[in-house]
């Protein structure tokens, strides 16, 4: 990202907060309101709860906002062991697993363990969504097609996600793609996902992005 997080810090866990990621989605804020609370400054105060309650409720955030590091000797953030894209109405794609963000030529972008995905076109921090698709009025289904469902297989491991210029997500590696209501899952190792907002068979690209560039 382009600028460092903020730091909130105590002697059991440091808590690391990058704005550009937020969502305003609210798992914090509903999950542990006093640690997490908007109307005042500082909005975090990790010292108001236990490292355990605090590192449990920034797991729960699907934007990779909010991350954690313990001193205490409590665990670190786990790689969860299958990697999951869920598909949100009208918003992004939450990606959770071993993430690797890679550009078409190789180069390094970002790896993490929770990401929101832009499948709107309009963020200005791209590939991640910023909630742009409020403002642009994006709407897309939640679900997915169970049509194309494969038998499922290895689903942990390394997730390469490569935003390929103009056109949309190259999925690498194996996933299980999931529906918003949690009914429909596709599972795969290799897949092509819109990021323009244009494709008539969302979530996965139909080549739609040819006839208007995104960017």
């Given at each position: ?17 990058y704005p ?20 005042r ?10 490292a355990?309650?605090?590192?449990r ?14 001193k ?33 030529e ?13 499948r ?23 679900q ?6 494969e ?12 935003p ?23 599972s ?28």
């Amino acid at each position: 990202m382009k600028h460092p997080p903020r730091n909130y810090v105590t002697k059991d866990i440091d808590v690391m907060f990058y704005p550009e990621r937020c969502t305003h989605v609210a798992e914090c804020v509903n999950g542990l309101p006093a640690v997490f609370d908007t109307s005042r400054r500082p909005w975090v105060k990790p010292e108001h709860a236990s490292a355990d309650e605090v590192a449990r409720v920034i797991l729960c955030c699907p934007t990779g906002a909010l991350h954690f590091t313990r001193k205490d000797g409590g665990e670190a953030e786990p790689v969860p062991e299958t990697n999951t894209i869920r598909v949100v109405a009208d918003g992004p794609l939450y990606v959770l697993g071993r993430i690797l963000i890679e550009s078409p030529e190789g180069d390094f972008i970002m790896e993490d363990t929770r990401v929101a995905l832009c499948r709107c076109g309009a963020s200005k921090i791209k590939p991640l969504c910023d909630n742009a698709h409020l403002d642009i009025h994006f709407k897309a289904p939640g679900q997915i097609s169970a049509s194309t469902s494969e038998p499922a297989g290895e689903k942990g491991g390394l997730l390469k996600i490569i935003p390929l210029d103009n056109g949309p997500f190259h999925i690498q590696g194996p996933f299980v793609l999931i529906s918003e209501d949690g009914k429909t899952e596709v599972s795969g190792t290799d897949e092509w996902l819109c990021r323009c907002g244009l494709s008539n068979n969302k979530p996965f690209c139909d080549g739609s992005h040819f006839n208007q560039l995104s960017g």
